[in-house]
């Protein structure tokens, strides 16, 4: 398991195994460059196909056809030259395509002519009263260890929030003999209206008939509660209840099990430490790397395909995938892209899969209540800083996340900012009355994961690297 | 919290959880194993020692921040489980020369 790379020079680094990673590596090395493919996870798959090669779900239609694609996306990897390593946390990317990787507690290090990044996709904050409480997750937690280890809600449980991804949770627990009380759909009134230009995209899309043949099957079964405007948890060091109201009527229920979602947002902090210039997306609320068409980012030789290059779902992350890499083989070796499938038919490959996107972004996109918190819900889960402190620090002169970084440590534990950055962007921005894109965000820098002191010190040295840092 | 589906037909292997033996299964992660496994497994954190247990099961939260055979700060739902590994529930931060 814990291998380290087999070179240092590669011509395609591929960072994140789920489905664009794996796509690229497979398009790259089956052109014959020399490929490897870095993963944090145990195995391949990213989320969406989290453990395709070790599910102990064995009936297959509970999972669906749609995640079964993944097998045949690793079994091309798998029968491709590319070299693949799970477990390997890369910590820096820079300007010169040097990459620093974490394997089983050491570092390497490898030099690649183009990196592709494939990191995907987070669950976006979901910052209400409680969300901190043992006993309230994301859907997506819930799905990962239904599908890695095939483990089911068992106590009174509530999925709340909105979009896509809650209805296929939701599907799947039932199917696999799990237990869930209520779902409350977060989604705003306004946002049907919002969406009804886009519908018919939309209806001619292959999410129509899935998604709706999705909700009837847990509508069936599952009290469902539209109109959500407010929600909490409550509890004494472990959730009890959850607290919500829907058209003006309050209610509060025992709880043993909380799980929110509303969407997905790009994983930027690999991009963004590379210097990867992002912009503010206003309708996907959150920060998109700014890429041609073939994904290539504003560093020459970095490119992003998948969801950490736009939220776009499974297929379209897998065509941009192979989009990247075809890109990546047309600039390193372009006798060999005559072999690949051309870029015109990828790109139509492309807006079929991202047909009726905008629909869901439009319906789905979620509400302020829940995106920007007040008074004592935690921002920063890491260092545990709430809304009002937040807005004391602005109140006191901080201008954007950097400086609220030396008022109130947010963005500076663990996460680095993964689970608190939107929110201080929105929330800072609001207070101050400028867009998010004034404000900014964090200043991201290596390592993006937290390595310890040792295994840095611990890092083969030249002569001059040590004369650079010790004095006499 | 969470139970196992019927049709896991996967080996078990045993995990030590503050000593106690708990079984969990082939390919679990520790996190996953310790959700499973009905014991409480709330850590407590660095900054105010409120109780929490793992949040995104995805590398990204580090609410799963466990002791992994002696070595604390580990992210529990990137690690599988393995016969006779030693858990244990952190309570605040790491301790130095762990």
Redesign the interface.
Known sequence: MTVAPKREDYDVVVIGAGPAGLAAAATSAEAGLSTLLLD???GPGG?VFR?IS?T????RSQLGADYWVGADLVQSLRASSAEVIH?ATVWSLDRNLDVAVSIGGASAFVKARRVILATGA??RPFPIPGW?L?????A???Q??LK????????RTVIAGQGPLLWLLAAQILR???RIDRILDTTGRRNYFAALPHAFAFLTSSYFTKGLSMMREVKAKVQVVSGVTELAGAGD??LASVNYVAGGKRETIPV??LLLHQGVVP?VNLAMSADVKHRWDDLQLCWSPVLDASGNSSVAGIAIAGDGAGIGGANAAVVRGRIAARAAVEALTPAAAAKLPAMAMLRADLARAERGRVFLDTLFRPSLQFRIPSGDTIVC????VTAKDVLDSVAIGATGPNQLKAYRRTGM???QG??CGLTVTELMAQARSKSPQEIGYYRLRAPVK?ITLAELAAVPKSEDDVKAVVRG | ??????????PQVQIFVDGVAVAA?Q???VS??L??SGQDA?RS?A??G??????????????C?VTIDGVG?RQG??V?VAEGMQIEIQKGKREIGR
């Open positions: 944090e996870n145990i989320q453990a070790s102990p779900v064995t009936e477990r987070l669950e901190t043992p006993g309230v997750m994301t997506g937690a819930a990962t260890m890695s280890s095939a483990l089911v809600p068992d106590g696999l003999g799990g060091g472990q043993d099990l994983n889960r890491c260092e545990e534990g663990p996460c993964r689970l937290p | 919290m969470f139970r196992r589906s019927e049709q896991d037909k996967r299964r390919g679990d992660t996953a194993a959700l499973a709330r954190t900054v105010s409120a109780p929490r247990l793992p949040y995104c099961m995805m590398g990204v939260c580090f609410d921040l700060n739902c990137l599988p």
